[in-house]
C-alpha cells in the first residue's frame, strides 16, 4: 500500500533527511505518522501494532523510516513497513520480506526512493509487494519484479446454498486443525487483517483465510487469502458464501490461484489488482498471501 507521488518532487533536504532502520521504540511515532498521512481510519495505535507480525521469528527490523532533524525537533516524515518470515519452498527454507505501508511527506517526496532501496539491500530475501499502486508497479518493473497471475473471480454470495456449516470459533477451529493448516492458522491467528473460518460438511473440512476488502470505498468484499483444500472447498464454496453473506459481505473475491477452480456463475475482474515478487530461483507458486500486510493490516 503506497502514499502516491513519490517520484518528481524536489524538496531540497536530502543533506538533512536520515535513513534508520525501525525498531520496536520508534513504532508509536510510525504509527503516528502513518495514521496522520497514510491511512487515518486506523488509529496511532493500530498502525503501531500492525506492524508487528503475529508470527515468530527473528526479523532484522519493522523496515525503515526518513527522518528530519536532531533531538526533540526530530520528526519521522516517511515510513516504509517490512514484514519477514521464513518460509518452506521445495523443502528448503527460504526468507521472505513483504514490502508494506509506504508513505513519504510530500515535500520529501523526492527522497521516498531511498526507503525502498534500503529494504531491497537487504540480501537473502524474496521480496514480494502485495499491493502496490499507481506508478509503483512500473517501478518494481524496472528494479526486477515479476507479476505474479492475479486473474480473480467475482462471486455472488447467495443465501441458502450447499449443506454444512461454518466454524468461526477460533479454539474449534485450532483443535480440528493439524499438521501446517494448524501452523498457519496460529501464526496468524491474532492478525488484524485475518478472518478464520473453518468450512465442514460431512467428513470434509476446508480452512480458509479472508480479509475484508474495500472497493469504491465500499468494505463489503471478502477476499480470499488461504484455501487449505481447493477440493474440499469447490464441493461446499455454498456453505462459504452463506456465511459470508450474513456477515454483510454479498461479494467474493478469489484469485484463481487461491481458490484452485473458476467458481460456476463467477465473473472474471477486467482488472485485477497487481501484486509482485522479486527472488531468484523462486517460482510464482512459492509466493501467497500469507504472512504479509494482507494478514496484518485491516485497513
Known amino acids: 500500500m503506497l502514499k502516491e507521488g513519490l517520484e518528481g518532487a524536489h524538496d531540497g533536504a536530502r543533506s538533512r533527511a536520515r535513513v534508520e532502520p525501525i525498531h520496536d521504540a520508534d513504532l508509536p511515532e510510525v504509527g503516528a505518522f502513518l495514521h496522520a498521512h497514510l491511512d487515518p481510519r486506523l488509529s496511532a495505535a493500530q498502525w ?27 520528526e519521522v516524515v516517511g515510513a516504509q513497513l517490512a514484514f519477514y518470515a521464513e518460509r ?6 527460504v526468507r521472505f520480506c513483504n514490502l508494506a505501508a509506504w508513505c513519504v511527506r510530500e515535500e520529501h517526496r523526492s527522497q521516498g526512493l531511498r526507503l525502498l532501496r534500503a529494504v531491497l539491500a537487504q540480501r537473502g530475501h524474496v521480496f514480494t509487494d502485495l499491493s502496490p499502486s499507481g506508478s509503483v508497479v512500473a517501478l518494481n518493473e524496472r528494479l526486477g519484479f515479476r507479476h505474479l497471475d492475479t486473474t480473480t473471480a467475482l462471486v455472488a454470495n447467495l443465501p441458502g446454498i450447499g449443506r454444512g456449516r461454518v466454524v ?6 485450532d483443535a480440528r486443525l493439524e499438521g501446517e493448516q494448524q501452523r498457519i492458522f496460529r501464526d496468524h ?24 476488502d474495500r472497493r469504491r470505498g465500499l468494505r463489503l468484499f471478502a477476499t480470499l487469502l488461504h484455501v487449505g483444500d481447493p477440493d474440499v472447498l469447490a464441493r461446499h464454496l455454498g456453505v462459504l458464501r452463506r456465511h459470508l453473506l450474513a456477515r454483510g ?7 484463481l490461484r487461491v481458490l484452485g477452480t473458476r467458481p460456476a456463475g463467477s465473473v472474471l475482474l477486467e482488472h485485477p489488482r497487481p501484486k509482485m515478487f522479486r527472488g531468484p530461483d ?11 500486510e494482507l494478514t496484518l493490516v485491516a485497513w
Open 249 to 255: 459481505l454479498p461479494v467474493t473475491l478469489a484469485e
Open 189 to 212: 491467528r491474532g492478525a488484524a487483517g485475518a478472518h478464520h473460518v473453518l468450512v465442514l460438511a460431512g467428513a470434509e473440512q476446508c480452512y480458509v483465510v479472508y480479509r475484508r
Open 282 to 292: 523462486v517460482p510464482a507458486s512459492a509466493v501467497d498471501d500469507l504472512y504479509s
Open 48 to 74: 503501531a501494532s500492525a506492524a508487528v507480525p503475529t508470527w515468530p521469528g527473528q526479523a532484522p527490523n519493522h523496515g525503515f523510516l526518513l527522518r528530519v532533524g536532531d533531538g526533540p525537533e526530530a
Open 88 to 93: 518452506p519452498v521445495a523443502g528448503n527454507p
Open 168 to 173: 468461526t470459533d477460533l479454539d474449534e477451529i
